[in-house]
């Protein structure tokens, strides 16, 4: 399983990035993708997520209604399109993803890896937002 991150860089306070997670070695059947994000020196935060399954998405409430997950599944692709940036989202986001194969209680696990974290890492892209 590898998940590659892209598109991260440097944005302006207002501006717009898009974020996107190439994944190899699985396909997005019955599968979540998050972004999550870290600054040094504090926890890792879930941003958003996305359930292959249904289309379910779960945003941070620091991002709700500025951030747009999405995923293509003929692309093995997933998106993050981040708009009206502001300087806190600065950090190094990180794509993650877990099967759902073998769980039963599907709504309560995906919300709580959406939350804590997922089995399967890219390494991380950096985006820095200036004012």
């Known amino acids: 399983v590898q998940l590659v991150e892209s598109g991260g860089g440097l944005g302006q306070a207002g501006g717009s990035l898009r974020l996107s997670c190439t994944a190899s070695g699985f396909t997005f059947d019955e599968y979540a993708i998050g972004w999550f994000r870290q600054v040094p020196g504090k926890e890792r935060e879930g941003v958003a997520c996305?359930?292959?399954?249904?289309?379910?998405?779960s945003y941070a409430d620091s991002v709700k209604g500025r951030f747009i997950i999405s995923s293509d599944s003929a692309k093995n692709t997933a998106y993050l399109q981040m708009n009206n940036l502001k300087p806190e989202d600065t950090a190094v986001y990180y794509c993650?993803?877990?099967?759902?194969?073998?769980?039963?209680?599907?709504?309560?696990?995906?919300?709580?890896?959406?939350?804590?974290?997922?089995?399967?890492w890219g390494k991380g892209t950096l985006v820095t937002v200036s004012s």
């Open positions: 993650a993803g877990e099967t759902f194969e073998g769980v039963t209680e599907k709504a309560d696990f995906f919300y709580a890896i959406c939350r804590y974290g997922m089995d399967d």
């Open positions: 996305i359930s292959s399954i249904d289309g379910t998405t």
